[in-house]
């Protein structure tokens, strides 16, 4: 006899249209490539040929690691959108957002302990607290979709 809250479905999505965590991740995917584009848009003018292919070689990347992450799941297969979906958290929402709060993350290094510690030191401080912790946000989220 089972009983139907014991059960545990597999998905075939990631793409959850009722799950507000689905939203915030779309919202937080879009904002993390807006983000992207208005920084280096200014660079269009000055170096398209090396914009265009450090894009095409980053897209290629993603593809590949996606490719691999897909491929050698040991355990339990995920969907395809899910990785997909880990690897737009990653390069978008992570990266744009420890750089965002990094700015910040850095003046604090520097009141607190001052300039000299915060330019040897606060790169090292900040990427696991910020980067890594945007990212461990993002594998609840999707554990939540």
Do not use: C
Not at 21 to 27: D, H, L, N, R, T
Not at 105 to 126: C, M, V
Request: proline share 3%; net charge positive; hydrophobic share 50%.
């Amino acid at each position: 006899m089972t009983d139907q809250a014991t059960r545990t479905t597999i998905r075939s999505s990631f793409v959850e249209p009722r799950s507000l965590v689905f939203w915030a991740f779309i919202g937080l995917v879009v904002s993390g490539i807006v983000w992207t584009i208005n920084e280096n848009i200014g660079r269009w003018g000055s170096q398209p040929i090396g914009l265009l292919a450090s894009t095409i070689v980053w897209l290629l990347y993603g593809v590949f690691v996606g490719w691999i992450l897909y491929h050698l799941q040991l355990f339990k297969r995920r969907p395809a959108s899910a990785v997909a979906a880990g690897l737009l958290w990653g390069g978008f929402v992570a990266g744009a957002g420890s750089i965002i709060g990094g700015v910040g993350f850095d003046s604090l290094i520097a009141k607190w302990y001052g300039t000299e510690f915060a330019s040897a030191w606060s790169s090292a401080i900040r990427a696991p607290l910020m980067e890594e912790g945007l990212k461990i946000l993002g594998e609840i989220g999707r554990a939540h979709v």
